[in-house]
Nanobody, 126 residues
Framework: QVQLLESGGGLVQAGDSLRLSCAAS????????MGWFRQAPGKEREFVAA????????YYGGLLRDRFTVSRLNAKNTVYLQMTKLNPEDTAVYSC???????????????????WGQGTQVTVSS
């Protein structure tokens, strides 16, 4: 099984950028489609972005494609989420998730991801 550890969160001002990292151990992430989700207090978990096994396909929730970029370096066993033009509505705990699959496709359904990191807090002040 794969273990996931997020890092890179913190407190930033509106308009700033952050890059989150998700370091995997125990398995090679080439076998896994990867996703990012976020959850703010009082809200449901929200899909942010997903990337297929090889990086061939990326997908974003809502209009986040304009500001967020998901990428992966399989040789480093790491997935990234580059976030720009952050605003207070982006404040949430961001979690990395892994989905074992034979196919180089993406999923936005949280129940399809079996492995999750502990989450990293992103707080955007105005």
């Amino acid at each position: 099984q794969v273990q996931l550890l997020e890092s890179g969160g913190g407190l930033v001002q509106a308009g700033d950028s952050l890059r989150l990292s998700c370091a995997a151990s125990g398995r090679a992430i080439i076998d896994y489609g990867m996703g990012w989700f976020r959850q703010a207090p009082g809200k449901e978990r929200e899909f942010v972005a997903a990337i297929s096994k090889t990086g061939r396909i990326t997908y974003y929730g809502g209009l986040l494609r304009d500001r967020f970029t998901v990428s992966r370096l399989n040789a480093k066993n790491t997935v990234y989420l580059q976030m720009t033009k952050l605003n207070p509505e982006d404040t949430a705990v961001y979690s990395c998730a892994a989905r074992y699959t034979e196919f180089d496709i993406v999923s936005q359904s949280d129940h399809e991801y079996a492995y999750w990191g502990q989450g990293t807090q992103v707080t955007v002040s105005s």
